[in-house]
């Protein structure tokens, strides 16, 4: 993929994990965006480690899946932090 579709595949990801996750957290769009590459990295690593086959390439519902599933680890993870 190139970076425009690391940025919307980032932004859909961000915004799903946004959705699913419950909270009054204000994120603007760069940060939601930011939120669904990096949930991206961490889901695809996630899932290779437990040995679920991930095409890193492609833009299709499992990857929309492994991403969303990492965002929403980071966004539980970030709300958990600071809220000491």
């Known amino acids: 993929m190139d970076i425009v ?4 595949f ?9 959705f699913f996750v419950p ?7 760069v940060v939601t965006t930011v939120l669904g590459v990096v949930g991206a990295l961490v889901g695809g690593f ?4 437990i040995g679920v086959n991930v095409n890193p390439g492609s833009f299709d519902l499992g990857s929309l899946a492994v991403a969303v599933g990492g965002s929403i680890i ?3 993870g970030y709300r ?3 809220r000491r």
């Open 5 to 8: 579709s690391w940025i919307l």
């Open 10 to 18: 980032g932004l859909i990801s961000g915004a799903l994990a946004r």
């Open 23 to 29: 909270g009054s957290g204000v994120y603007g769009l």
């Open 46 to 49: 996630i899932a290779t480690q």
């Open 74 to 76: 980071l966004l539980l």
């Open 80 to 82: 958990a932090l600071s």
